[in-house]
């Protein structure tokens, strides 16, 4: 017993856990990740920064209530995190958090906006941001503190967002019209509203820019969109509540997370067809019937945001119901490790800058 918990002590001191299937925290074979990843905790309303080459968590950081999404600085050195809020009190702020410096360095108001939730870097200091109880993305220059533009979707519960390379236009999943939107960002106008799947949420574009793929919770579905003509190219069943989606940066698989089954579904871009799945094996925190999913899943883990790193080595999945960060080698398909973050993690971002404490 000693020994056990000493094991578990040490792993919250350094930011890492063994995996329960008996897969080691670290292998010799495994290629070293320079980086910083960013873990939203709900729960606790902060950011934790972990490098990724340790495994260490470096600092963790208030945000603003319930932070759900997060996004990046091209250079690295800035996240801006969407204060979403809670039931009765919805939120309308971003926090700007300074990677390098591990601290807050700005609160921006969003006035009446409010829920800001699905968030991407656009340009210079300027990110997109959903506000769902308004029905509309906003532009927001991080630097003054200003909404640019609010482009109104006119859809419900309008949740995630991409945008493309050329950041001409940005797709937006509407969880409560099952649907996904298009948005002129050059024109700051809506194109068109492509119906998907009851409970389209997470949503994510090929490296080449040219499908959109939408996870659709309520349907137990996948819709792969031509984001050029925004016709629907495909849908695909993927059962137990897909609820977010990401590219390989190689553009060969999908990776969406089953919140119901507490499986990561891999599916191969060109065939679009399921491969594998792969089991968050654990288990679930004690209180995890008092959090936002409640006991709707059992004893799943509800894994829900997933991150890819730049090279494609690894994936990181939030595992919400056990305060834990599953973390895949991608080569072989496997758990490689688990990242001890907050409570109730859930968004997550990766800076290239390896921040040095």
Do not use: C
């Not at 108001?109 to 210079?124: A, F, N, Q, T």
């Not at 797709?171 to 948005?183: D, E, H, K, P, W």
């Not at 793929?213 to 579905?221: D, I, Q």
């Not at 940066?249 to 065939?271: T, Y």
């Amino acid at each position: 017993m000693r020994t056990i918990l000493l094991v578990f002590i040490l792993s919250l001191m350094t930011g890492s856990l063994f995996a329960q299937s008996g897969t080691p925290a670290s292998r010799q074979t495994a290629p070293t990740v320079v980086g910083t990843l960013i873990v939203l905790n709900k729960s606790d309303h902060t950011v934790t920064l972990i490098d990724a080459a340790s495994k260490k968590s470096l600092a963790t950081i208030p945000t603003g209530k319930h932070p759900h999404e997060v996004a990046i600085s091209p250079d690295g050195t800035l996240a801006v995190v969407a204060d979403y809020g809670n039931g009765p009190n919805p939120g309308n702020t971003l926090t700007v958090i300074d990677i390098p410096g591990m601290k807050q360095l700005k609160t921006v108001s969003l006035g009446d906006y409010r829920r800001p939730h699905g968030i991407e870097w656009v340009k210079d200091n300027t990110v997109a941001v959903t506000v769902e109880a308004n029905k509309a993305l906003l532009l927001v220059d991080i630097q003054e503190g200003n909404v640019l533009h609010a482009i109104v979707t006119g859809e419900n519960v309008s949740h995630m967002v991409v945008v493309t390379k050329d950041l001409s236009k940005a797709f937006v999943a509407n969880i409560g019209s099952g649907t996904t939107t298009v948005l002129d960002l050059n024109a700051n106008k809506k194109l068109a509203d492509i119906e998907t799947g009851a409970g389209a949420e997470g949503i994510a574009i090929t490296p080449d820019g040219k499908e959109v793929w939408v996870t659709n919770r309520s349907a137990n579905t996948v819709s792969v969109i031509d984001a050029a003509t925004h016709n629907v190219l495909a849908t695909l069943e993927s059962k137990a509540f897909p609820i977010r989606v990401k590219i390989t940066p190689d553009g060969k698989h999908a990776l969406v997370s089953s919140a119901q089954s507490g499986e990561v579904v891999v599916f191969d871009v060109k065939e679009r067809k399921e491969i594998r799945r792969i089991k968050m094996e654990f288990s679930p925190v004690n209180d995890a019937d008092q959090r936002l999913f409640g006991s709707q899943f059992g004893t799943s883990l509800v894994p829900v945001g997933i991150l890819i790193e730049p090279s494609g080595s690894f994936a990181y999945v939030a595992n919400t119901q056990a305060d834990v960060v599953t973390v895949i080698d991608m080569m072989e398909w496997k758990i490689a490790d688990r990242l001890v973050a907050g409570k109730e993690p859930d968004g997550l971002g990766f800076s290239s800058v390896a921040v040095k404490r």
